[in-house]
């Protein structure tokens, strides 16, 4: 497949997809994630990391594949409590996704997320390393035409219907990356770092925007990214919606642009037209919708195979 | 039945019995309970009060009645995921009971836990004024032949097994009377206050150990304990072992003697024998067990008379 380390930057649940890909093609100590935590949040006082639990629940085979999110089998006897004592219910937790919270939350009185993201991939079986972007406090906020919104609020329970004007990394400037993100970026190994396709503005960015980690990127090995938006279509959720917002065009050009200074080289959709990209990009064209794990292994593979083209 | 206002000296399982007689044969506005805190603990981040939720369980309705415990139709996928990364599962937690637990730790941030349980009894339908016996944090610390242990330690992860020597209420001293227990025992038409049959040491001496409350107690109205130990023979929990290890006669003699200077009256057992008694006292004899709610309602009706005998 591919000699030495491999680095994946990723959010939620379009990153999980390749994530799975390369799980499954990649030995579990040539892989690092590096995820989004701008979307973390707290909540009823729990502490919550979105990106980071649909990665623990994708790879520990945990995840509820036909809702999309969260545990399979999961059940909703807290939030029905909640709701009959007047707590907040715009945020669904299920009854076992709030052990993870809960324990989180307790933890995180002592230790750094990572160690105990570390703790918890381990205990769910889960041999690859998954690594927060930084163990301080980083939240994404959306200025909208009802105002700036928190992450949440505007994902969820604003379902993102207000109008995004901006968006910005509130504590992303006192940062620090984690030190396994540096660690794995450090890797003298570092074969490939791989750009999940997951939504630039809210989930990659958030990873970029921390001081360090978009430096550190840098000359180490051949910076990959997959089409968030093949054919000019979001697979999932609200980035084609974005970047209409932002007055962008919605093709996988755009996205070429907007990563320009970051990436050596980007997996194009068969649907796209690799005459409109930004020259001097390596380019791959595959077909980059993931519906099975055959589907999800071909990707990451292709991604793989145009990192190993740039290094040459 | 009885004009005026009860206050009601409660702990947990054996005091809901009487408390749920009490609230059956009174209107909602005569009654207040006072409720024993000094169980109340801090497990995963999570502020925990099992006496208080005990009655709201209780007295909404929402109880396990065979269990003895907890919610009915409790569900606990929260505590096999968090055995599943490697959480605390000495204390169990059911998904629904959880609720409270959250919701209660996250508002006291910025409430008194007065407030949000008066909150959280009237989302439940409870018309009765359920009132802790002190906002100010209170643990019952449990000296055993295997050291000091918190209350919950003892009573839940020991199962009460180790020797028990002594008790103390850390806190005791600096907690102030909850608002609303001052107010009810300094209600004009105050006719009757009732210590109900729950644990003397665990359960009802933490709330006299409050400065302020035993003394709030004196004078106002007849007070009226119900015994523990009908017949000698604790009906569930640890009294009568607790009562040995401290060398004292299992009887409701023992009871009596120990309250003296607190109450002016006791409803003894049919099986006890009131010749034992400290003099001075008034005393009912009755069938103190409460399986049914016809028992619980008698009993609450007998401790009602006496002390409107007293009050003549």
Known sequence: MI???VVLLTGGVGGAKLARGLAAVLAPEQLTMVVNTGDDFTHLGLRISPDIDTLLY?????????RGWGRAGESWNFMAA???IGGADWFQLGDADLALHVERTHRLAGERLSAIIADFAARLGIATRIVPMSDDPVATMVLTDEGELPFQRYFVARRCEPRLQSVRFAGADAARPA??????????????I???PSNPYLSIDPILAVPGLAAALRGRAPVVAVTPVPGGEAVKGPTAK??????LGVETATIAQHYRGVIDGIVIDDKDDAATLPPGLGVTSSDTLMRSAGDRARVATTALALAARLRR
């Open 58 to 66: 994708s790879l520990s085979g945990l995840s509820d594949e036909e």
């Open 179 to 192: 030190p396994g993100a540096l660690a794995a970026l450090a890797d003298p190994d570092l074969a490939a």
């Open 3 to 5: 000699d030495g380390k």
């Open 82 to 84: 909640l709701r009959q």
């Open 242 to 247: 974005i970047m209409r917002e932002l007055g």
């Open 194 to 196: 791989i750009v999940a």
